[in-house]
């Protein structure tokens, strides 16, 4: 205890004891009267709240001047532990969200089918070329292509050469990108309907870094670096558990328990649940890409009533999400929410019903919330509501 506590027992126990201490004192042998008997007058102090304690102050000033202060000062303890406990646990999340997730560079590259001499995205002009049918099994049901049939497939969706675009449409030898909104139930949805030439226009990206995992930057930052024409948040992978392959390349092995999504080399998209993936496989076959988050929206082309989510977060959202239609041929949807007289977004059951009627073979949930956004040639599409994430990846479209 501070001096301040023994000054306050001080003065209670002299006013307490008070005359009856004073005729019982003993006299010097000089006959003066002792220092008991008469001590010197003292003036009185003053304790918390201007309360008078000390000689004359009565008992009831010095406990509670004591007190009060006492209790002042717990108080003040207690905020500032809890400040400090605060600061630790930030801390704590910032090391391991930020610091400990931070620039991940890939695992290892995964084999490649042998038909293919330019798998990943380069700078390239010799593009994607046919060299001998893929030997073995692969995880996907669709035939074989020649990457560069997209190109004699949808002639008629590429240019000789120039560019043209408007407000919603791109077009060029390698692209086509025609954006739509529409209004469901009066709620924008934003539709991209995407045909590539080959399959390296279809990319990932990780913020700040293309090829390192663990960064966050707003989509439309992520876009620009990357020189997209169109993209879209992704699986916002750092934070969530599963398998991670970006570009024919691994940053992370373990499985969760979402559903993941799988693009092939040969174009071709495919949904598994948790129970069904088979990672072995996937690593000795080697794969473009896998997210992992989810839910799948369809099954064999047809709208879900169940999917692998809780009920809460199957409710009114802003949502991202893809669609396969065939090899070179894909969407990009995005729905705001959260905003009333705009958009209070949609249910993973409408979200699911809306790629079936788009006629989608495969479609699967990304990242939602205040993560979902659609980007076109630098250009936020999307309204957001209130204040806008930061993500870890996007998907996009560039030459």
């Given at each position: 205890?501070?001096?301040?506590?023994?000054?306050?027992?001080?003065?209670?126990?002299?006013?307490?004891?008070g005359d009856a201490y004073r005729k019982t004192s003993q006299v010097s042998v000089s006959g003066r009267p002792s220092a008991r008997e008469n001590?010197?007058?003292?003036?009185?102090?003053?304790?918390?709240?201007?309360?008078?304690?000390?000689?004359?102050?009565?008992?009831?000033?010095?406990?509670?001047?004591?007190?009060?202060?006492?209790?002042?000062?717990?108080?003040?303890?207690?905020?500032?532990?809890?400040?400090?406990?605060?600061?630790?646990?930030?801390?704590?999340?910032?090391?391991?969200?930020?610091?400990?997730?931070?620039?991940?560079?890939?695992?290892?590259?995964?084999p490649v089918p042998s038909w293919l001499s330019n798998p990943t995205p380069s700078d390239s002009p010799s593009g994607v070329t046919a060299t001998a049918?893929?030997?073995?099994?692969?995880?996907?049901?669709?035939?074989?292509?020649?990457?560069?049939?997209?190109?004699?497939k949808f002639s008629g969706m590429f240019t000789d050469g120039a560019v043209e675009q408007t407000e919603n449409t791109y077009k060029s030898?390698?692209?086509?990108?025609?954006?739509?909104?529409e209004i469901r139930d009066g709620v924008p949805y934003f539709i991209a309907d995407i045909y590539i030439a080959e399959l390296k226009y279809f990319r990932t990206a990780f913020a700040k870094n293309p090829d390192k995992m663990g960064e966050r930057e707003l989509t439309d930052k992520v876009a620009k670096e990357n020189n997209a024409i169109l993209a879209i948040n992704g699986d916002h992978c750092v934070d969530n558990a599963g398998t991670v392959i970006r570009n024919g390349k691994l940053y992370r092995k373990p499985k969760s328990s979402f559903d993941v999504l799988v693009m092939n080399y040969d174009g071709s998209m495919q949904t598994f649940s948790p129970d069904k993936f088979d990672l072995d496989k996937t690593l000795a076959e080697g794969v473009y890409q896998v997210w992992s988050f989810g839910p799948m929206l369809l099954h064999n082309g047809k709208a879900m009533n169940d999917f692998n989510l809780p009920k809460t977060i199957g409710g009114m959202n802003p949502r991202t999400a893809v669609g396969y239609y065939e090899p070179g041929h894909y969407c990009f949807v995005q729905i705001g929410g959260r905003q009333q007289g705009y958009s209070l977004g949609c249910t993973i059951q409408q979200l699911s019903q809306l790629f079936a009627d788009l006629g989608c073979k495969v479609a699967y949930n990304l990242d939602g919330g205040q993560s979902s956004e659609i980007i076109f040639i630098n250009k936020m599409l999307n309204q957001q509501a209130g204040g806008r994430r930061s993500t870890t990846d996007i998907l996009y479209i560039g030459e």
């Open positions: 205890m501070g001096n301040d506590d023994f000054g306050g027992n001080r003065g209670g126990r002299n006013d307490f004891f001590p010197p007058r003292q003036a009185p102090q003053r304790g918390a709240g201007g309360a008078l304690y000390g000689r004359g102050a009565g008992q009831g000033g010095a406990h509670g001047g004591r007190k009060a202060k006492r209790r002042g000062l717990s108080v003040a303890a207690a905020i500032f532990i809890d400040v400090l406990l605060a600061a630790v646990l930030l801390g704590i999340f910032y090391i391991t969200n930020y610091e400990m997730n931070a620039e991940t560079d890939p695992i290892e590259s995964l049918p893929v030997s073995g099994p692969t995880q996907t049901d669709a035939a074989t292509a020649d990457p560069n049939d997209w190109r004699t030898k390698n692209i086509n990108i025609t954006i739509n909104k």
